[in-house]
């Protein structure tokens, strides 16, 4: 039996990948939050509440995600197993 897998671990490039997510999340601080580029840009801080739905969002679209590629997996799986032999 397989085991539904989220995130494997063991895929070449998964230190670039999480050092381009370090990069980005910062410079989004940056953004956000430091002054001189609220009066660059003209933005605002965000509020605790909006700041904490932006993650919680992220959270539920990666499991909708997750959830997708394990149905299709299963369905590719299921439709191999049930077409004849040529």
Excluded at 12 to 21: C, F, H, K, L, T
Excluded at 64 to 81: G, Q, W
Aim: net charge positive; hydrophobic share 55%; aromatic share 12%.
């Amino acid at each position: 039996m397989r085991r539904l897998i989220l995130v494997s671990w063991n895929h070449i490039g998964i230190r670039a990948v999480a050092v381009a997510v370090l990069v980005v999340v910062s410079l989004q601080l940056i953004f956000t939050c430091a002054p001189f580029m609220q009066f660059f840009f003209d933005s605002r801080p965000m509020a605790p509440r909006e700041a904490g739905i932006i993650p919680g969002v992220g959270i539920v679209v990666f499991a909708l995600l997750e959830l997708e590629k394990a149905v299709f997996s299963r369905y590719v799986a299921y439709r191999d197993r049930s077409q004849p032999a040529h």
